[in-house]
């Protein structure tokens, strides 16, 4: 059974950073195309960055030099290090893994007030 379990979100001050990881399970994610999305309340769910199974990243303008996609394929994980975080980055965020079949996780709130 696959499974992208996402963890790390939480409430941050504007301006702080966050760390969100997705750990899969049931699949090899060095051959998957692996990304993160967010959805905002009231919005669409959006991509914001893309990784590629050779590591070649894309990210959404909105996010780009403030958030960057990694992934750890020893340990079948992807990360989403977010610095200087905005209000508007309030969303909960997803990880999907892309192959012939789309994944979802079920997502983790990141919340950014003061």
């Known amino acids: 059974q696959v499974q992208l379990v996402e963890s790390g979100g939480g409430l941050v001050q504007p301006g702080g950073s966050l760390r969100l990881s997705c750990a899969a399970s049931g699949i090899d994610s060095r051959l998957y195309a692996m990304a993160w999305y967010r959805q905002a309340p009231g919005k669409q769910r959006e991509l914001i960055a893309h990784?590629?199974?050779?590591?070649?990243?894309n990210y959404a303008l909105f996010v780009r030099g403030r958030f960057t996609i990694s992934r750890d394929n020893a340990k079948n994980t992807v990360y989403l290090q977010m610095n200087s975080l905005k209000t508007e980055d309030t969303a909960v965020y997803y990880c999907?893994?892309?192959?012939?079949?789309?994944?979802w996780g079920k997502g983790t709130l990141v919340t950014v007030s003061s």
């Open positions: 990784i590629t199974p050779g590591g070649t990243t």
């Open positions: 999907s893994a892309a192959r012939t079949t789309n994944y």
